[in-house]
């Protein structure tokens, strides 16, 4: 976003300053042309004038060594001498004028003359002279070029001309600025509310004014108004959960009772079934349990109660519970390395969520193996690491296991106990003490799994 503000502003500034510039030039260009070609012309003329009173004392004295015998070509023939002397017809009395004098003195001659209109940018001056004799004769001189005029006139500029380019960088500065702003913060507003809402925070919500008409203001609310809906549907969801939930817990605590009843009612023929039917209803309360502990971190995270312990105490219990429950089964559980961190939050949620991350371990990994724990303190943060040595999850689903009811592979979670919300609920208690939980696949095999905690922020 920093990025498309910089670029509005910039954009919007580099084109005022080339329109600036432009007018700048322009206007310069149109003002002082004309005054350089005045004094160019004023150049000219002067110029003209020096050589033609020179070429009148020259042309005089030429002409009156040329009626003596005393003016003749030099050794190659040509003239030495520049100006140079013609004839009243136009003809070189002494060889070697250049063919731009000479062809300017014939035009002369003829009338044909141009006469321009604006400074040339070279010249040739042409003065008739008497000789003693009173023949009339041509001097004439080629005078050097001027050039072409600059592309920028070699003129004062206007007064205060670079104050007045200053204050427009200045203020086009501020103006592109102030309207980047303000293209750029209704963006700004989605993006945060966008984040909230990615977060979990489905009351997130964009500023939108009353007065806005514009495209983006139109965005906002439409944003707004699909933020409304999902947080509606959401909620509707979780509530549904909740009052089936409660519903489901008194047909259920019946349901027990009547088992009771029938079990000692009914002869030892039957008693298998009864015993299914008694540990399906368990599991069905445990999942019921779930539920609920989960709808309560979702509704009612922020009023937990919150007390001071040692984390590498509950994580020690944690192990020697699943050690107990994973023995018969061939799996063991193993505090590998416990640092003392002491911890601010329930300790009964994270207990929890714990117990759920090592189960899901001791549930997966291989007979004969052991579930790795082990509890490091790093820098203002308790790190928990879980590892079993199990199949592990495909890399596209490791972000998914933390969703409720989500199953890496039905028939396997339905033969191992799962039913997809311990690690949610994991999710859910970590997650409110301000904590990261992510898995990954260990190099060698299984998964781990990293629960990362504030320590020691007062949580």
Request: charged share 25%; proline share 7%; net charge neutral.
């Amino acid at each position: 976003m920093r990025t498309m503000f910089v670029r509005l502003a910039f954009w919007f500034w580099l084109a005022i300053l080339l329109s600036a510039g432009l007018s700048f030039f322009i206007a310069i260009n149109l003002r002082l042309r004309p005054e350089h070609d005045r004094q160019m012309h004023h150049i000219v003329e002067q110029r003209h004038r020096l050589v033609a009173r020179a070429l009148t004392v020259y042309g005089k004295n030429a002409a009156d060594l040329y009626e003596r015998g005393l003016l003749v070509a030099g050794p190659d023939g040509t003239g030495t001498q520049d100006p140079y002397l013609f004839t009243a017809q136009g003809k070189e009395i002494v060889p070697g004028a250049p063919s731009a004098v000479t062809e300017a003195v014939l035009l002369n001659v003829r009338g044909l003359a141009p006469k321009p209109s604006r400074p040339p940018l070279s010249d040739v001056v042409i003065v008739p002279v008497q000789g003693p004799s009173g023949a009339y004769y041509l001097a004439a001189a080629s005078t050097p070029p001027l050039g072409p005029p600059p592309f920028h006139p070699h003129l004062p500029l206007p007064p205060n001309a670079w104050v007045n380019f200053v204050v427009t960088f200045l203020i086009g500065g501020a103006v592109c600025y102030g309207l980047a702003w303000r293209l750029t913060t209704p963006i700004r507003r989605l993006r945060t509310a966008t984040q909230q809402l990615a977060e979990g925070d489905l009351a997130a919500r964009v500023e939108v004014p009353e007065s806005g008409k514009d495209e983006l203001a139109d965005l906002g609310r439409e944003f707004n108004a699909m933020a409304a809906r999902i947080e509606h549907l959401v909620g509707s969801h979780k509530q549904l959960v909740r009052d089936v939930s409660h519903e489901l817990r008194s047909p259920l605590a019946r349901l027990t009772v009547a088992l009771e009843l029938a079990r000692k009612a009914t002869p030892d023929a039957a008693s298998g079934t009864l015993d299914r039917i008694g540990r399906e209803a368990e599991r069905l309360n445990l999942l019921i349990g779930e539920l609920l502990t989960l709808s309560r971190l979702e509704r009612d995270g922020a009023t937990i109660q919150r007390d001071r312990f040692e984390l590498s105490e509950l994580v020690d219990e944690v192990v020697r519970d699943a050690e107990f429950e994973a023995k018969d089964s061939g799996r063991h559980v193993a505090a590998v390395l416990t640092d003392p961190v002491a911890f601010e939050g329930n300790r009964e949620l994270l207990r929890r969520a714990l117990e759920n991350v090592v189960r899901n371990g001791v549930r997966y990994t291989i007979a004969g193996s052991a579930v790795e724990v082990r509890l490091l303190r790093e820098p203002g943060a308790a790190v928990i690491r879980v590892r079993d040595h199990g199949p592990g999850v495909p890399e596209a689903q490791l972000d998914d296991i933390f969703r409720p009811f989500f199953r890496v592979a039905e028939a396997r979670d339905r033969a191992t106990g799962g039913n997809g919300i311990g690690l949610a609920i994991s999710h859910g208690a970590v997650t409110l003490h301000g904590g990261t939980i992510f898995a990954r696949n260990a190099v060698g095999g299984g998964l781990e799994v990293e629960i990362r905690l504030p320590a020691g922020s007062g949580v």
